[in-house]
């Protein structure tokens, strides 16, 4: 039981450039999201889902793009990196509306 | 969702009880209060959630008064592994999935 899982660990982009980040969950959850921390702050909901097929906007959900495709897969899009998305992106997934929420291990993400 | 208002830091030394107080004034009658606890480069982990009284388990517990506007979370004999940034949550079920961190509490215990 591996929980939730993200790929990469680390990315460096050029302005301008486009990735996606995985996340994974082994859990069966229904709702996963995404947040990014920047340094010295808290973290900050970018977009989440309630189940497979639907996303919704979370508090900062501006230059970014995701699907739920799968169940167990969340992915998070970046079409054109600025550096201001440079940040720590976290993934994390819960069974229920339920304040349990279960994190990845982060994605280091620098924009020059 | 309520705003709440946790110190910047704390210190303290091993074997100490540390007890961290977040203040919620505009908590509302759904709301349940949680604590999540993060180690530096993992992401936040639960520690605790309650919605009145006390509520213990095996690594906290977790103090509301009666007007439940403030909570304090205790962690009874701290050691060096401890020190981490705790972050108070306030909002009730239909509002999780728009969790708010605030910047947290930076607990340091030292030797």
């Known amino acids: 039981n591996a929980g939730v899982t993200q790929t990469p660990k680390f990315r460096v982009l050029k302005t301008g450039q486009s990735m996606t980040l995985l996340c994974a969950q082994d859990m069966n959850h229904e709702y996963m999201y995404w947040y990014r921390q920047d340094p010295g702050m808290g973290l900050r909901l970018i977009h989440y889902s309630v189940g497979e097929g639907t996303t919704a906007k979370g508090e900062v959900p501006d230059g970014y793009n995701v699907s739920r495709l799968k169940k167990q897969n969340f992915l998070l899009g970046l079409e054109s990196a600025a550096p201001s998305q440079t940040s720590v992106y976290f993934c994390?997934?819960?069974?229920?509306?339920?304040?349990?929420?279960?994190f990845g291990p982060g994605t280091r993400l620098t924009v020059t | 969702l309520a705003k709440t208002t946790q110190p910047i830091s704390m210190d303290s030394y091993e074997g100490q009880e540390v007890n961290i107080t977040c203040s919620h004034n505009n908590i509302a009658t759904n709301d349940y209060i949680t604590w999540y606890q993060q180690f530096p480069s993992q992401g936040p982990r639960f520690i605790i959630q309650?919605?009145?009284t006390k509520v213990t388990n095996e690594v906290a517990s977790l103090f509301i008064p009666a007007d439940r506007k403030s909570s304090t979370l205790s962690l009874p004999r701290v050691s060096l592994s401890d020190t981490a940034v705790y972050y108070c949550?306030?909002?009730?079920?239909?509002?999780?999935?728009?969790?708010?961190f605030g910047s947290g509490t930076r607990l340091l215990v030292r030797p």
């Open positions: 994390a997934s819960s069974y229920s509306p339920s304040w349990e929420q279960y």
């Open positions: 309650g919605y009145k």
């Open positions: 949550l306030v909002g009730d079920e239909d509002s999780s999935y728009k969790l708010i």
